[in-house]
């Protein structure tokens, strides 16, 4: 009896030992798949791109809000004052020419023709002139011998009178020559002025840019009002400027003398310094939505002249203020509210900040206040569900 006790004793108890097994295996099973099923449905740590915060310098700054354009200082598309065939042209496209320097001729051996002849006339003019106020001397002279001989009684009043007319008339002889001298000297000058027409000056140094027009063609000076296409347009490289649009809500802090960076497509990387030198004393409103008001930057260095061409594009940065070594973050992390997320190594998450802020342009944004040297932002705003205290990892781009 006491031995089939002790079996059921036994035996009750490893039952109990079995079914409590059961009960911690099935415990675990269940544990085991919650932790799958979380790890599986859990969200890796966001990537997101990081920017240390440094010291550097911040600049409030006007662009243009089109692009703006080279120009030369002095550019002028010359046409012939008056109509005719090319006898020779002189120059070539991309030649250096100095002011007053002929560019192309019209033929014009009529009006050289016309010049010698007038040349000619008044040197006959000239040579008559001089032969009667000779006789008108000569004359003035006599009258003057006839008037101290009857003052001596050895002469007639009737001579001597006769010698005072005599040297009127010749004087008033002497000076209508002198005009028909003149009359002559005019007659050339006009002469000169029509054989002028005929050649092409460059009325400054510069370069040439375009020849509209080949020996033996036919050149028509422009008419008022009718768009003929110049002869030679000539463009002066010694001054060159960038000539942009700037939105009417900017145009208020310009004055002239402002320094500014000027940024052409055509040497990207490169910046060239400029100042402010002109501000329109209109608006345009060919946009009604977008007014803008013309300014003009030029280049201070002459030696930009040597590699730039008058049409390239261009932008233009005004700079109305600069503070130096400050605190600063790239504007592109900068949110509305003037908010960045900073990131918390210690954590590993994100903390969304309020900052202060100073100057700013596109490039950066002064910060006053909130954050400091070191500091980590996010950069990466595109990253999907970026929230305050979301986890995250940084990334290298």
């Given amino acids: 009896m006491r031995n089939r006790r002790f079996l059921k004793e036994a035996a009750q108890r490893t039952g109990v030992s079995i079914t409590v097994k059961k009960i911690i295996a099935l415990l675990v099973l269940i544990t085991v798949a919650i932790l799958v099923i979380w790890f599986m449905g859990r969200q890796p740590p966001a990537q997101v791109l990081l920017h240390k915060i440094e010291r550097g310098t911040v600049e409030k700054t006007v662009s243009n809000t089109r692009a703006g354009t080279v120009e030369a200082c002095r550019r002028s598309k010359l046409s012939m004052p008056s109509g005719g065939r090319v006898d020779s042209l002189l120059v070539d496209e991309g030649d250096r020419v100095q002011k007053g320097q002929v560019l ?48 001596r009684k050895l002469a007639s009043r009737e001579a001597t009178e006769l010698g005072r007319t005599k040297a009127q008339g010749s004087g008033f002889a002497c000076e209508a020559a002198r005009d028909e001298e003149q009359v002559a000297q005019a007659n050339l000058d006009i002469n000169n002025v029509l054989l002028e027409e005929t050649f092409l000056r460059a ?145 590993g998450t994100l903390e969304l900040v309020s900052i202060d802020v100073g100057l700013r342009n596109w490039n950066f944004t002064e910060v006053t206040g909130k954050l400091q040297a070191g500091d980590e932002i996010v950069l990466s705003l595109d990253v999907p569900d970026l929230a305050d205290g979301l986890e995250a990892v940084p990334r290298d781009d």
């Fill in 104 to 151: 192309l001729s019209l033929w014009n051996k009529d009006r050289m023709a016309m010049q010698s002849q007038a040349s000619a006339m008044l040197l006959s003019a000239r040579h008559s002139a001089e032969k009667i106020c000779v006789e008108a001397d000569n004359a003035e002279r006599e009258a003057n011998r006839l008037d101290t001989l009857l003052a």
């Fill in 203 to 347: 009325p400054f140094a510069g370069t040439i840019a375009k020849i509209n027009g080949e020996i033996g063609e036919y050149v028509t000076p422009s008419p008022p009002g009718v768009a003929t296409p110049p002869a030679v347009d000539l463009i002066d490289y010694s001054c060159l400027y960038v000539t942009s649009p700037i939105d009417e809500v900017d145009a208020g802090e310009l004055h002239e003398g402002l320094p500014a960076r000027i940024s052409l497509d055509a040497f990207r990387g490169e910046v060239f310094v400029g100042k402010l030198d002109r501000i329109a004393t209109y608006v345009l409103d060919l946009e009604k939505q977008a007014r803008t008001v013309e300014v003009d930057v030029t280049f201070e260095d002459p030696a930009v002249r040597e590699r730039l061409l008058v049409g390239y594009s261009a932008d233009i940065d005004i700079i109305l203020e600069t503070h130096a070594d400050v605190l600063r973050v790239p504007t592109e992390a900068v949110m509305e509210n003037d908010q960045v997320y900073r990131y918390n190594r210690d954590s």
